[in-house]
């Protein structure tokens, strides 16, 4: 499974949610469904301005678990 930590890097970066979803064009509202994990996908033009923005990798941002159950 993959595991949005996008909440973790802003926090370590001391940016807001509401700065960053102004700065790579999406609305507040989705960008809390990013930040909690909430989604089933993400365009890659948008990790890409995100990493932009925040200047991390996406490894920063995404992470792999296994999942056990297979």
Known sequence: ?????????????KVSSKKLALNVGINEVNMSLLKRGKIKSIRLELLNSICKHLNCQPKDILEYIPDFED
């Open 1 to 13: 499974m993959i595991v949005l930590r996008l909440d973790r890097v802003l926090a370590d970066r």
